[in-house]
């Protein structure tokens, strides 16, 4: 176990500094991005322009230049080249809302994924079977801006039955939190239905061909035990990676559009601004925030395969 | 000698409709199992013998399967038609009083539960009893078939068991209920030679000291001589012969039994230069053969063999020896060239 933890510990480190460089990289090559231009207001002198790059360091070399916001990351000093403000500080201030997005959705997808999966497998070819394909093929092909748009104006501003975008902090009152993110929960979930009810399906039918499901049959196991004991737990082994993942990267703040559609403010929300002005330093900060929870929840992804799958050592 | 019946299968018939036409696994076939007996089904791939013993238990029932025939479980509360019973009939039957070992036990026990829950469950599922009492039974039945420190073993999975240990928490597991019946579909095949003489002495002390009746469904002749008390042999959907272990060694009477017998090698015989074999393949299930189905590949095909022979009593009519062979038994007996020598039955005595 503790070599489990230490080599994933070195390959968090990798796969954080990767992301890292090749983030600095793309925003230094990518056009308009000088940020000492951008930062000098309209119509700036040559002059001004000059003297915020000699403040900023803009004028190092770009390794330098990389190291010296990598320093500003872990000291808690980076701040925001368009609004000054301090990245580190705005990203905790997104985690609750963006934490309570991730949960709620992964939760649900995951609760309707594998009922709907399962019950299409069992009606397989049948019309339930069909019915539920198109369903998820519809759910899969629906853009979540758009799913969230549409929500938004007929549950939201038309019928009034959601409110219309926000967020109350669930210590504040729990039933209005709830409330808030029931549209966020299901727009953002649609998708991840759609996906994961599909492959869970084609799993169980892999599954109900194994030879040990022909034995717990012989054994004399009604069809409700077999279907859970013996069929389920084996087809959840390849969702639970999927899950993980998905989780991670939304935990992160990688549910950018769902965050904005429905001004959340989370980190999402706060990466799509950022991006949209070419704001190199939270860009940044969030690369590594999503990297950092993408690779711990693949850690943890690992320690539960080991628990449903023996046959899986943790070395 | 007249024991107890246990089954009575009687025209039973399965086939599957599949995208290339209807195929018929099963073709009318019949026999019966008594208590302490073993019945041994004989016959190569594809011959329908696994798909006749699971569909005993319903194993093949799906919605491209179709059924005919009847296949009576005899019981003091009263004898049950196993191909028309309703599903939950048979399921307080499967592994209850029916039970079943399976081919390859790699992969026949689930890898992501311990062995003795997997045993527990079937107990739990059949009889009321509590989970302790289920498990202390699931170590002494571990203990019985020869897996050792059982106790501490019954808490291992599956892939921390060799294959031979493996099978035989797969009887172990067969064994749990006390089954009257118990099917062994090939349950040597993939296991190493001398694991399988373990393994079929576990089977012969389950029909000897639990006086259960046993289908062993194998294409190893060897294993039959050991434990076989009557064989039917398969070809193609049917039963082509059927009669007693001696009868059908001694004086086997089809010519695909000649083939069968005449294709096992003998270690302590010169080996011969080619392997023999029967020439030519199966007929595919979905397009046979008008009359008899053997005929393609028969080296001794005559006028009447476009004729479909019946499953009769042809060299003593008085004798449960039956075939599907229009030639005469004296014919027979000049055209065959196996021999019981050729076969080793007279190693028999000394292995038994």
New interface residues.
């Given amino acids: 176990m503790a070599r489990f933890i230490v080599r994933r510990l070195i390959q968090m480190v990798l796969v954080m500094f990767s992301v890292s460089v090749l983030t600095f990289l793309i925003f230094n090559v990518i056009p308009n991005g000088d940020p000492a231009v951008r930062m000098a207001g309209k119509q700036p002198t040559e002059t001004q322009i000059q003297a915020i790059r000699e403040e900023w360091g803009f004028d190092e070399p770009l390794h330098v230049q990389y190291l010296t916001t990598m320093e500003k990351v872990f000291t808690g000093d980076l701040v925001s080249y368009t609004t000054q403000l301090d990245v580190v500080d705005q990203i905790v201030q997104g985690i609750p809302r963006t934490l309570s997005l991730a949960v709620g959705a992964a939760i649900l997808w995951m609760l309707f994924a594998v009922a709907l999966g399962l019950y299409s497998a069992m009606k397989a070819g049948r019309f339930a079977d069909r019915f539920l394909t198109v369903l998820a093929l519809i759910g899969i092909s629906m853009p979540v801006f758009w799913l969230g748009a549409l929500m938004n104006y007929y549950l939201g501003f038309k019928a009034g039955i959601f409110p219309n975008g926000g967020y109350v902090e669930l210590t504040e009152d729990p039933i209005d939190w709830a409330y808030h993110l029931v549209m966020p929960w299901v727009a953002l979930s649609v998708l991840f239905i759609g996906i994961y009810s599909r492959v869970l399906r084609s799993n169980v039918l892999d599954t109900m061909n194994e030879d040990y499901v022909r034995t717990a049959r012989a054994k004399g196991l009604s069809e409700r035990r077999i279907l859970v004991r013996h069929v389920l737990r084996n087809s959840l082994i390849p969702i639970v990676t999927l899950w993980g993942l998905d989780f991670g990267l939304v935990v992160g703040g990688g549910a950018i559009l769902t965050e904005t559609v429905f001004d959340l403010e989370g980190v999402g929300q706060f990466a799509a601004d950022a991006i949209g002005q070419l704001d190199v330093p939270p860009v940044l900060a969030i690369t590594m925030f999503v990297a950092f929870f993408v690779v711990l929840l693949n850690a943890i992804v690992d320690i539960l395969y080991a628990v449903l799958d023996p046959r899986v050592r943790l070395q | 000698m007249t024991r107890e019946r246990l089954l009575d299968v009687d025209e039973l018939d399965v086939s599957f409709v599949t995208e290339g036409g209807l195929v018929h696994a099963v073709d009318r076939v019949s026999f019966h199992l008594a208590r302490g007996e073993v019945l041994a089904i004989v016959g190569e791939s594809g011959s329908g013998k696994s798909v006749s013993v699971m569909t005993l238990?319903g194993?093949t029932r799906a919605p491209n399967a179709r059924f005919g025939g009847r296949a009576f479980l005899r019981r003091p509360g009263g004898d049950v038609d196993l191909v028309g019973a309703k599903?939950s009939v048979l399921?307080?039957?499967?592994?209850?009083e029916i039970?079943?070992i399976?081919q390859?036990p790699m992969?026949?026990?689930?890898?992501?539960?311990r062995v003795g829950d997997q045993i527990v469950?079937?107990i739990l599922?059949?009889e009321d009893v509590l989970e302790a009492e289920a498990r202390e039974r699931a170590i002494g039945l571990l203990d019985r078939v020869g897996v050792p420190r059982a106790r501490d073993r019954i808490g291992s999975?599956p892939?921390e068991f060799s294959g031979g240990m493996r099978q035989r928490v797969?009887i172990a597991?067969a064994l749990s209920c006390d089954p009257d019946v118990l099917i062994a579909d090939e349950p040597t095949t993939a296991l190493d030679v001398t694991i399988q003489a373990q393994i079929l002495e576990r089977v012969r002390e389950l029909k000897e000291g639990r006086n259960a009746g046993v289908i062993l469904v194998t294409h190893d002749l060897g294993v039959v001589a050991e434990l076989a008390d009557r064989i039917a042999v398969m070809y193609s959907g049917r039963i082509v012969e059927t009669g007693t272990l001696d009868q059908v060694f001694y004086d086997p009477q089809h010519p695909y039994t000649w083939g069968l017998l005449g294709s096992i090698t003998r270690l302590d015989l010169p080996r011969p230069e080619r392997l023999p074999a029967i020439s030519g393949a199966p007929p595919s299930l979905a397009s046979r053969p008008q009359g008899c189905h053997f005929r393609p590949r028969c080296p001794h095909e005559f006028e009447k063999c476009p004729e479909d022979p019946p499953l009769e009593a042809r060299v003593d009519a008085r004798s449960e020896h039956c075939d599907r062979c229009w030639l005469s038994p004296d014919e027979k007996r000049r055209k065959r060239q196996v021999t019981p020598n050729q076969i080793g039955l007279e190693a028999k005595g000394a292995v038994a």
């Fill in positions: 238990l194993l599903d399921r307080r039957i499967r592994g209850n039970a079943m399976f390859d992969t026949s026990l689930n890898p992501v539960h469950e079937q599922a059949h999975y892939h797969m597991m």
